[in-house]
Nanobody
Framework: QVQLVESGGGLVQAGGSLRLSCVASGRTFSSYAMAWFRQAPGKERECIATINWSSASTIYYADSVKGRFTISRDNTKNTVYLQMNNLKPEDTAVYYC???????????????????WGQGTQVTVSS
């Protein structure tokens, strides 16, 4: 398994942007599929974006973030990013990155499909 550390969260006004980063330990990062989840107070953790080992392959976005958020990765830096634009108050949540060895699993929207998790970073969007 890899160890994951997120950063980049904070307080931003509606319409603003943030870029989250998730740095992974280990030498086999490029063999892992990666994902971003988020969890708002009182709600279940939801999958919002996934990316396969090759950025050119399958990428998933939840409908709620499609067109506003972009997931990417730099395998030379063991880092996955989440660029968030046009943020809305409903994007307020703790954001987590997750990893699993191999390709994106078929049940990728489930938290059980991912074996490694970061500690989370808070994103707060004010209206």
């Amino acid at each position: 398994q890899v160890q994951l550390v997120e950063s980049g969260g904070g307080l931003v006004q509606a319409g603003g942007s943030l870029r989250l980063s998730c740095v992974a330990s280990g030498r086999t990062f490029s063999s892992y599929a990666m994902a971003w989840f988020r969890q708002a107070p009182g709600k279940e953790r939801e999958c919002i974006a996934t990316i396969n080992w090759s950025s050119a392959s399958t990428i998933y976005y939840a409908d709620s973030v499609k067109g506003r958020f972009t997931i990417s990765r730099d395998n030379t830096k063991n880092t996955v990013y989440l660029q968030m634009n046009n943020l809305k108050p409903e994007d307020t949540a703790v954001y987590y990155c997750a990893a699993v060895f191999g390709p994106i699993p078929p049940n990728y929207i489930s938290t059980y499909a991912w074996s490694s998790w970061g500690q989370g970073t808070q994103v707060t969007v004010s209206s």
